[in-house]
C-alpha cells in the first residue's frame, strides 16, 4: 500500500517539492498536474486504450480458456496429457521475448496500432494460465452432477450452463483480472 500512498501524495506536488522532500506530505494539492497529465500528456486517451485492450483481451481469453479447460478437464481422448501440456509450455515463453520479433513482423505486414491484433496478443498470452487454472478448477467439479444431468436429458451445452458455468464464473473473472 505504502508505494501507492507515495503515488498519491507526489502526485500533488511540484517538482521543487518532490525533490527536495520527497517523504512529506504535500504542503498544498496541486490540481493543475492532473490537468497537465489530462491536457498535455494525454492520459484519457491512453486509458481510453487500457480499458479497450483489457476488456478485449479478458472476453476471449476467457471465453476460449474455458472452452479448452472444458474439454481438457471432462473429456477422454487420446493426447490429450499432451495438448494440456503444449498449453501449458506455453508460460515458459515470456512475452518480453517475442514483442520485438512480433512488432518487427507486425510492422512488415502493416498491422501495427490496431486493437484486434494487441487483444488478440494479449489473449494469446493469457490463454496458458487461463488453460492451467481452469482445467484444474473443473477437474474439481463433480462429474456425478453432469451424469445426473444426463439422464434427466440434458445436453452438453444445458450441464454447461447449469453446472459448469456457475461453479467457474467467478475464478474467471478473478484469474483474468490478476493476468491483465
Known amino acids: 500500500i505504502y508505494p501507492m500512498v507515495f503515488s ?4 500533488f ?4 517539492e518532490i525533490f ?6 504535500p504542503k498544498k494539492l496541486r490540481i493543475e498536474n492532473y490537468l497537465t ?8 486517451r491512453y486509458f481510453l486504450n487500457t480499458i479497450i485492450l483489457a476488456v478485449g483481451t479478458l472476453a476471449i ?5 474455458a472452452m479448452a479447460s472444458y474439454v481438457l478437464a471432462k473429456f477422454k481422448f487420446r493426447g490429450k496429457s499432451k495438448i494440456y501440456l503444449l498449453f501449458i509450455s506455453g508460460m515458459m515463453i515470456p512475452i518480453q521475448a517475442v514483442l520485438i520479433p512480433l512488432s518487427y513482423i507486425f510492422g512488415k505486414l502493416g498491422i501495427m496500432n490496431n486493437y484486434p491484433v494487441l487483444i488478440l496478443l494479449y489473449a494469446a498470452f493469457c490463454f496458458p494460465m487461463t488453460i492451467l487454472i481452469l482445467t484444474g478448477f473443473m477437474n474439481g467439479i463433480p462429474t456425478e452432477l453432469e451424469e445426473a444431468m444426463v439422464i434427466d436429458g440434458a445436453n ?9 458455468w456457475p461453479a467457474i464464473k467467478d475464478i474467471v473473472l478473478i484469474q483474468l483480472i490478476m493476468q491483465v
Open 8 to 11: 498519491i501524495f507526489c502526485s
Open 13 to 16: 506536488k511540484g517538482n521543487l
Open 20 to 25: 527536495s522532500s520527497f517523504t512529506a506530505l
Open 37 to 44: 497529465a489530462w491536457n498535455v500528456g494525454n492520459i484519457g
Open 61 to 65: 481469453s476467457g471465453l476460449f480458456g
Open 156 to 164: 452438453i451445452f444445458q450441464q454447461i450452463k447449469a453446472v459448469e
